[in-house]
């Protein structure tokens, strides 16, 4: 009957009941995502993030096996963001990210330890605090699963369009970025099955740059690849309405939201 009633309806009015059911489902998050201490902590010092790189280039990273045929070498001195185990690809690099961004609470709860250790500003999602403890570069974010958005203020609610990716982009466009340049965001999963469920790694992971980035026994969530191109819409649009471009130079990527560039022609 449900269904029934969602074709009936105008296209509009579901929309607005969506967004309504998910604004009092979110009611219950804003007492402690904003008047938490680690919070209110991390509010104020993000203040000092706001345009920090205005008219500068960044480069985010996917985690995607594409990482493995770009030459990561070249990203030495430029701005860059790692997210989820991109820790893994450092020693190969030779140099760490300059920032870090994880927002997904298998990851973070399985990851705590090695997150904690890192020596690079972090961006967590708040509703994963409890596996962390506070540090002088450490920002908890409010993100939530509901309520698509795309924020130019990230101290404020973002929303995480079923990827790390998206939130990345979000933060990019707060410190001001001009230019964003996506990377390993190959947008292509060998392992499939219902968005969102979670399961358990078998073996080595076929969808990443490292067999060990999810590998037997961690748990994670399939994609969401519709949702994530909802998130990228979002995004493109709101860099261009004010001048601003993000690009896509993943090597064989298959997302095809941002214009795509030659990974090789970037560099001077």
């Given at each position: 009957?449900?269904?029934?009633?969602?074709?009936?309806?105008?296209?509009?009015?579901?929309?607005?009941?969506?967004?309504?059911?998910?604004?009092?489902?979110?009611l219950?998050?804003?007492?402690?995502?904003?008047?938490?201490?680690?919070?209110?902590?991390?509010?104020?010092?993000?203040?000092?993030?706001?345009?920090?790189?205005?008219?500068?280039?960044?480069?985010?990273?996917?985690?995607?096996?594409s990482?493995?045929?770009?030459?990561?070498?070249?990203?030495?001195?430029?701005?860059?963001?790692?997210?989820?185990?991109?820790?893994?690809?450092?020693?190969?690099?030779?140099?760490?990210?300059?920032?870090?961004?994880?927002?997904?609470?298998?990851?973070?709860?399985?990851?705590?330890?090695?997150?904690?250790k890192?020596?690079?500003?972090?961006?967590?999602?708040?509703?994963?605090?409890?596996?962390?403890?506070?540090?002088?570069?450490?920002?908890?974010?409010?993100?939530?699963?509901?309520?698509?958005?795309?924020?130019?203020?990230?101290?404020?609610?973002?929303?995480?369009?079923?990827?790390?990716?998206?939130?990345?982009?979000?933060?990019?466009?707060?410190?001001?970025?001009?230019?964003?340049?996506?990377?390993?965001?190959?947008?292509?999963?060998?392992?499939?099955g219902?968005?969102?469920?979670?399961?358990?790694?078998?073996?080595?992971?076929?969808?990443?740059f490292?067999?060990?980035?999810?590998?037997?026994?961690?748990?994670?969530?399939?994609?969401?690849?519709?949702?994530?191109?909802?998130?990228?819409a979002?995004?493109?649009?709101?860099?261009?309405?004010?001048?601003?471009?993000?690009?896509?130079?993943?090597?064989?990527?298959?997302?095809?939201?941002?214009?795509?560039?030659?990974?090789?022609?970037?560099?001077?």
């Open positions: 009957m449900r269904q029934a009633i969602k074709q009936n309806l105008p296209e509009s009015v579901v929309n607005y009941a969506r967004e309504t059911v998910d604004f009092f489902g979110r219950g998050e804003l007492p402690a995502a904003n008047f938490h201490p680690w919070r209110r902590d991390s509010i104020q010092r993000l203040a000092a993030l706001k345009d920090i790189h205005k008219g500068q280039r960044c480069f985010i990273m996917g985690n995607g096996p990482l493995k045929k770009t030459d990561l070498g070249k990203l030495k001195g430029e701005i860059t963001f790692g997210m989820n185990r991109v820790y893994l690809a450092f020693e190969e690099m030779g140099f760490p990210t300059t920032y870090y961004v994880s927002i997904n609470n298998l990851v973070v709860e399985q990851c705590a330890a090695d997150i904690q890192l020596k690079i500003p972090r961006f967590i999602a708040w509703h994963a605090h409890q596996w962390l403890q506070p540090d002088n570069d450490l920002y908890f974010l409010y993100s939530t699963y509901t309520g698509p958005k795309f924020a130019t203020d990230i101290r404020r609610r973002l929303w995480e369009g079923a990827t790390v990716t998206t939130v990345a982009l979000q933060i990019a466009y707060y410190m001001g970025f001009s230019e964003v340049v996506l990377i390993g965001v190959d947008h292509n999963f060998v392992t499939q219902k968005p969102n469920t979670t399961v358990v790694s078998q073996g080595d992971d076929p969808n990443h490292s067999p060990n980035y999810f590998g037997k026994g961690f748990r994670w969530q399939l994609p969401d690849l519709e949702t994530s191109e909802r998130g990228y979002l995004a493109r649009q709101t860099f261009e309405a004010d001048g601003r471009r993000v690009v896509d130079a993943t090597i064989d990527g298959k997302l095809r939201i941002f214009p795509r560039v030659d990974y090789n022609t970037l560099f001077g």
